[in-house]
């Protein structure tokens, strides 16, 4: 069940991580294809889980969310299964990693002051131990994935 990424299909991956809602006729006249060319090279890539999905990004900041933070949480005996079965309903949390190291999880999350931070922080407590940092600036942000060079 393999489908090959060729050099076009990768053509086609990056336009589409630049740009979700570009159409497959732009995208076949810049890498020299035809738009059904294009659509059908896209639904191989969306049946074998290559495309994920297509998302909007939104602005935290904007939406009154002043608050972004990385948040780990090396987890209480016992309580790690709980903790993901639960993580799903937190709202705050926009991602979410079961990690190796010392701590189980890492999670990335937006709120709306240090005061939600506070209540936050209170719900997971009782699953384990958290370490908190800040997010001051984004340096690299969703970067596109590249061709894997032999």
């Not at 993580?87 to 890492?106: D, M, P, Q, S």
């Amino acid at each position: 069940m393999d489908i090959k990424i060729d050099e076009i299909n990768w053509k086609i991956l990056q336009r589409l991580q630049e740009n979700a809602r570009e159409s497959f006729a732009n995208i076949g006249r810049g890498i020299g294809l035809t738009a059904p060319a294009v659509a059908e090279r896209v639904k191989k890539m969306e049946d074998y889980g290559i495309l994920e999905k297509y998302t909007a990004k939104v602005s935290h900041s904007l939406t009154g969310h002043q608050l972004k933070a990385i948040i780990t949480l090396k987890a209480f005996m016992g309580k790690l299964m709980p903790f993901l079965a639960m993580v799903n309903t937190l709202e705050e949390v926009v991602n979410c990693y079961r990690i190796t190291g010392n701590e189980n999880i890492i999670m990335e999350v937006v709120l709306k002051d240090q005061f939600h931070l506070e209540k936050f922080i209170d719900k997971l407590i009782q699953y384990g131990e958290t370490r908190t940092s800040i997010v001051l600036s984004q340096v690299i942000s969703d970067a596109p994935l590249h061709r894997l060079k032999n």
